[in-house]
DNA sequence: CACTTAGTTTAGAATTATTATAAAGTAGTT
DNA sequence: AACTACTTTATAATAATTCTAAACTAAGTG
């Protein structure tokens, strides 16, 4: 079981962090799934504190989030409710944005024709792209 | 005056508000100018507030700010710092972001060779790139 | 033009997301 | 087993935004 964790662990090491209890078990929470998971800090707190007798602490979650997003395992994102997402997807993707959920976009999904220039002494770091829906009327 | 004011009260009016000095003020700020501006309701409230004797007071931008913007005289955006940006410019276009600094893209400058379709029961609303810069080194 | 009313302004309180603090606890080395 | 630096936690602090209620004003009415 300590090699089932080695995953998680590790990316907590490779972010800087020990591996306490509290992190390992967010870690698994975080990357043990199939799919792309969206969530904001306060949601990942609920859900994870709901079924834990001994629950974790807010900056505890502020923390590791923190730390995992720096070493490039989250990528955070905003949308119109000044509240930051993260995702787990951490490859190059895009969005769809329909009232609040979010859902991925595969990279190959989206390809430019054209693309502008970086300004002088700029270079691209990377390309974002997000599509607003509505309901069909 | 009164005509030379006519253009940002209507706006204010087709927002379904009254055209107090204060707005007036406010929408004359926003769209008395040349070139697009981007701001924060707190960049807004300190740039006017500093040059006038009667301050408006932060109720009064926050108001403001949204019917202008629920009545799309004004676009809304997020960066990763939790706060609302707004963009004079509501044609459809794109942004540079470049260590929190917003630049305009022309909507003419990126053009698509594939997009995905918009999920069943869904149609697409808009598109936007974010085009996120670093310093070449 | 005075009157009335619904909409407005304002200061300040409340709320939400997030960050900081400092005391008590623990991982990992010695 | 002991030590030390890193963690956890509850709580306070901060920042952006929204709410509230009392004082004020635009604009329609007679």
Known sequence: ??????????????????????????????????????????????????????????????????????????KEFSLENNTSYYDTNITSHHHFFDNGKVIDIKSDKITFNKLPEAPKGKKIKNVEVVIRLENNN
Request: charged residues 25%; aromatic residues 10%.
């Open 1 to 74: 079981m300590n090699n089932k964790n080695k995953i998680f662990i590790d990316k907590l090491r490779s972010s800087g962090l020990r591996p306490t209890n509290q992190r390992v078990d967010i870690s698994r929470f975080l990357f043990n799934r199939k799919k792309t998971f969206h969530f904001t800090v306060e949601q990942l707190k609920n859900s994870m504190n709901l079924k834990r007798s001994k629950k974790i602490s807010t900056a505890t979650f502020y923390n590791t989030v923190h730390a995992l997003k720096s070493a490039g395992y989250l």
